[in-house]
């Protein structure tokens, strides 16, 4: 089966103002597969976040090669790599930053849908699908008019305009409170068995991944540690810093 997003050997470093070189991430190998939830969980500075934004195409590696249903990323031009690009979308952490403040709810949407044809019906149905209903009387609001629950749900919609295969979210929980982290999640949760897609989530939080990931990454400064079934990871972890992600969280239900 062709993967949806496969990252081989991948690694970034950066640079700082005083000339000190930060290996972000170090030789990684990652794989998305059709319908797949994969979480790539680490603490902040484990580098998954800028794995994600080379799987994005924001950032593009130092080595390492990144493929998109099977085709070579990092080979495409500009505007072939924006085209395909649209199998995937992200969801980011910051609802209110990722959103242009000028712009309606109505305009957010039509800017990202593929279906130009029927831009408000397809806009209410995209806001009736994340929960915020009735859609209609959200289309003429502005982001700052939304709680931050309803923007991130915003976002979500957004991101499914786009009628995308792969979902990569970052941190879309973080920040919020309890009642909305576990809305959202279950709204992630929806959307997978009813849409089949995939959706690859990038967390520090393990909990997350226990509640409803297929597959679990672990990194540990740039270094991709341990991987394998949700299951098999999180009941009998191999690698002493999972071990301690375990043992530190507690369970987080989903539709509880």
Do not use: W
Request: glycine share 8%; charged share 25%; no cysteine.
């Amino acid at each position: 089966m062709t993967t949806l997003l496969e990252l081989s050997h991948v690694s970034k470093t950066f640079r700082r103002s005083g000339g000190a070189e930060v290996a972000a991430v170090k030789d990684v190998s990652l794989a998305v597969a059709p319908g797949e939830t994969v979480a790539l969980v680490g603490e902040s500075g484990s580098g998954k976040s800028t794995l994600g934004r080379i799987a994005l195409g924001l950032l593009r590696p130092d080595t390492g090669a990144v493929s998109l249903e099977g085709r070579d990323a990092l080979a495409m031009s500009e505007s072939e790599f924006r085209a395909r690009r649209t199998l995937m979308q992200p969801i980011f952490q910051d609802a209110g930053a990722s959103l242009n403040p000028r712009r309606t709810v109505r305009e957010l949407l039509a800017q990202a849908t593929t279906r130009q044809d029927a831009l408000e019906k397809t806009a209410v149905d995209l806001l009736d699908g994340v929960g915020l209903r009735p859609g209609a009387d959200y289309l003429a609001r502005y982001p700052h008019e939304l709680s931050g629950g309803q923007r991130q749900r915003l976002a979500v919609a957004r991101a499914l305009a786009a009628e995308p295969k792969l979902l990569i979210a970052d941190e879309p929980l973080s920040g919020a409170d309890v009642s909305i982290r576990g809305q959202i999640l279950n709204l992630l949760i929806d959307i997978k068995e009813a849409r089949h897609v995939a959706i690859l989530m990038i967390t520090h939080d393990i909990s997350i991944a226990r509640a409803f990931a297929d597959r679990v990454a672990v990194m540990r400064l740039g270094e991709l540690v341990e991987s394998g079934p949700a299951k098999e990871v999180l009941s009998n972890p191999k690698h002493a810093y999972t071990k301690q992600l375990v043992a530190a969280v507690p369970v987080l239900h989903p539709h509880a």
